[in-house]
């Protein structure tokens, strides 16, 4: 039981308002639905371009001190290709202004507000766009707590743990976390 804490606060833990989908599924959902590594059958492409950056970085600093001219060019293309796959995901219509919420957000699971119980131990789906990259992550989790908060919106606490997480997809998630806590850590030092 101590291991499973543990684990579960390995991972640095933030407040941030993200667009959030969700919806209680179950378990035959999440066999048929495995993630899959083609970029374009799921959601995953700002985390697959990160991936290729992060690879892409060795090679260019080799590159930069033979040809620095090459290298600004390629920095361009990359620009060009960020900005695609901004607009790749920009397009996607399944979010709206209204499903923008605060949440408490972590990788390895969040809490959100909802407006009725959702039972501990239900699996759901959950479709996240991240701001920072706009990245959009679909995950899967299993309800660990669902609590009576009071508030006359969203009167309840729901917290998920994922299950099955794409390592990219957790990668991407571990970053954009980190970032928000290195700007929310910037914010306080600044008042």
Request: hydrophobic fraction near 40%; glycine fraction near 2%.
């Amino acid at each position: 039981m101590a291991d499973d804490f543990e684990e579960k606060r390995r991972y640095f833990r933030v407040h941030d308002t993200i667009h959030l989908l969700h919806r209680v599924i179950d378990a035959n959902h999440i066999e048929r639905s495995h993630v899959t590594n083609d970029v374009l059958s799921n959601y995953s492409l700002a985390a697959a371009l990160d991936v290729l950056n992060q690879e892409a970085a060795a090679v260019v600093s080799r590159l930069e001190r033979r040809d620095p001219e090459i290298v600004e060019y390629l920095k361009i293309i990359d620009s060009k290709i960020n900005l695609l796959s901004q607009a790749l995901v920009g397009q996607d219509n399944a979010f709206s202004e209204h499903d923008k919420q605060q949440v408490n957000l972590s990788a390895s699971g969040l809490a959100f507000s909802n407006d009725e119980i959702i039972p501990v131990g239900s699996l759901v789906e959950l479709r996240m766009l991240l701001a920072s990259c706009l990245a959009v992550i679909v995950a899967y989790g299993r309800v660990v707590q669902c609590k009576d908060i009071g508030n006359s919106d969203h009167p309840y606490e729901v917290c998920v743990e994922y299950i099955n997480m794409n390592d990219n997809d957790r990668e991407l998630l571990i970053k954009h976390v980190v970032k928000k806590q290195m700007q929310q850590f910037r914010d306080n030092r600044a008042h």
